[in-house]
């Protein structure tokens, strides 16, 4: 199904004229040889261009529509009117002249091959030049001294025209290019797996996927089998999974368009995530990544974003529908092959509405300079160590998370447990980690008493025990807070972990602690006494204020009643401030 909806999507961006076609691929060169009518090397032309780049700057090969790349992996073979210095130009670049040479006669053989009888000036140089340049005196030559540090590099290089036209786009020499390839197809033939058709060349070695962040540099494979273990029925390789030439062209062209395009993918935690709209327009794609990814300048207009596509209305863009179909691919690097994280199909409406479903789980009382949306990123960061290398705890945590929040689906469990064990490491409780608690229990948690307590701000009527109980915690804490300011090790530091684990042990201790506190505290202490009461009152109605254990999910509770309590407090303060300075 992955093949089969990028094949499609490759279509579609080839009839609106955005991706190269067959036997052609998108690719970077950094210099264009320049040669004379006799095959003459006359100059390097740099062709890298300015781009803007995090506020900078930089020059950047240019992306031309070439002959697609060969697939080689340690092997010897050239591309045709592309490659870098040691297969146009014989320069040894890795200590080894040897190879050197074998690569320029594999280029030599390929062009002389594929340009005999071309009748055209441009074919006629470059027939000249591999006929008559003797790569052992490259670097003695006088054009390519001028250039000896980018050519030593990995820079790729293309031949260019007569008149300084590129050498690809002569007519001539493009209908050769092409009758070499068709020529070149598979002889194995079978049915094609992506279209269905019957007596198709089979693809052997497929065409690599590039940019997967944490792949190889020379690309990854998407399908590759090399192993007796995934062979069956007397087939080998690639042919356990027929794919037709032309299918396997138009999936990993169609992906590499995508990963290409920087500003419409995304990374979480070393996977590379692409989406595309079935009918190629990238207005979807642009909504999807601010409403996935919302950045801070941007939140107003994401929300107004998410609730017109929720109630079905336009977003001021032309041909916006909700029943487009929209995909969702996630992609994870695996040595030289790349692994599907998760596949995701679904209308984009459907996908917006899970979104804006996450959005409103996540919402919960914080502080006024804090960003209104809170991403997956930064959910996920929550799960690792201050200064941690990993944006989640777990490489599957955060494919897993982000197709649960896509597909509307229960946020996988490990997500809270992991939030969980980093406030029993740290202690430390922010509106991240208790807004992800709060969307975790009301997405999986199905006890229907618990559905009081998991709103926004604070229920100050609520009954429920572990919710009150943090609540009550917070208000010692306070109260401690209050009697020994700038104290370094509070109730928090000491017993916030048994208090929520297991409050029978933790809270009469805390609360014979709790009276020294007040007696201390000539100021604030009776008000305290009072709102502790008052507290304390709920609890007692059954005669056991205090459990002997709390579960995974009471223990959610609680963090969100002393969270929630201690937001209410700098809440309210800043409304008390606000309203003196307006009197």
Sequence with gaps: MILQALTRYYETLLEQGEISPRYYSKTGVSFGLRLNKDGGLAGIVPLEEPVENNGKTVDRPKRLDLPESVVRSSGVASNFLWDNATYLLG???????????????????????????????????????????????AFSHVVVQKHMDELLGSNNLVFLGINDTYAFEDPLIRAAWEAYRAKTASKHRGQCLVSGLSDQPIETVH??????RGGQTSGTSLVSANATAFESYGQSGNSNSPVSEYAAFAYTSALNHLIADFRRRMSLDGDTIVCWAENGETIYQDAFLDCVNPRYDAENQVSQTLKRIVNGSAVDLEGFSVDTPFYVLCLSPNAA?????????????????????????????????????????????????????????????????????????????????????????????????????????????????????????????????????????????????SASPGIKATITDRYFDSACATPKLAFPTLLKLNRHHLAKDDKWGRRHEKQIGELADKLSVDNDPYPARLTLEEQGLFILGYYQQKQARYTKKTESDSEKENV
């Design 337 to 481: 092959r790349v692994s599907v994280r998760f596949f995701l199909r679904d209308t984009f409406g459907n996908i917006a509405d899970h979104l804006s479903e996450h959005y409103r789980r996540l919402e919960i009382a914080m502080n006024p300079n804090e960003r209104q949306y809170l991403s997956p990123y930064w959910m996920l960061k929550e799960t690792v160590p201050p200064g941690g290398k990993g944006d989640a705890s777990s490489p599957l945590l955060s494919g897993a998370t982000l197709r649960a929040i896509l597909s509307g689906a229960p946020y996988p469990r490990s997500l809270y447990e992991n939030i969980l064990l980093r406030i029993r490491a740290d202690r430390k409780i922010n509106r991240a980690r208790a807004a992800t608690i709060k969307a975790y229990l009301l997405q999986n948690d199905i006890n229907p008493e618990h559905k009081e307590v998991l709103i926004v701000a604070l229920n100050e009527q609520s009954t429920n025990k572990p919710y009150v109980l943090g609540r009550l915690f917070a208000l010692l804490e306070q109260a401690q807070e």
């Design 91 to 137: 320069i040894d670049t890795k200590g080894n002249p040897k190879r050197a040479i074998q690569c320029f006669e594999c280029a030599k053989i390929l062009h002389l091959s594929i340009l005999d009888g071309i009748d055209s000036e441009t074919a006629a140089s470059i027939r000249a030049f591999f006929s008559s340049w003797q790569p052992e005196q």
């Design 207 to 212: 065409p690599k996927v590039k940019g997967v």
